[in-house]
């Protein structure tokens, strides 16, 4: 089983950016599609970015289309995300999953991490 563990949360301003990576370890990440989650205070987990097993395919929520950008290096066992012209509505725990299946653009996720907090100041 892969284990999962986010870094580089943080409090940023309105504009700002900021990279989460996920770090994999247990098995090799080029076993597993990734994908990047988001929950927010009192409302349900959602999809935000997809990446298939090579790294030639991604897919975003349109709510950060255009300002996020999912990566992956097999090499390093690391998916990160690059995320620019944060808004407060971005404000969220940000969760990375690891699956087998890729459906309708979005991962179906059989492994989670613990999540990482990303506050947006306005």
């Known amino acids: 089983q892969v284990q999962l563990v986010e870094s580089g949360g943080g409090l940023v301003q309105a504009g700002g950016s900021l990279r989460l990576s996920c770090a994999a370890s247990g098995r090799t990440l080029s076993s597993y599609a990734m994908g990047w989650f988001r929950q927010a205070p009192g409302k349900e987990r959602d999809f935000v970015a997809t990446i298939n097993w090579s790294g030639g395919s991604a897919y975003y929520a349109d709510s950060v289309r255009g300002r996020f950008t999912i990566s992956r290096d097999n090499a390093k066992n690391t998916v990160y995300l690059q995320m620019n012209s944060l808004k407060p509505e971005d404000t969220a725990v940000y969760f990375c999953?690891?699956?087998?299946?890729?459906?309708?653009?979005?991962?179906?996720?059989?492994?989670w991490g613990q999540g990482a907090q990303v506050t947006v100041s306005s």
């Open positions: 999953a690891a699956g087998q299946t890729i459906v309708a653009s979005r991962l179906v996720p059989i492994r």
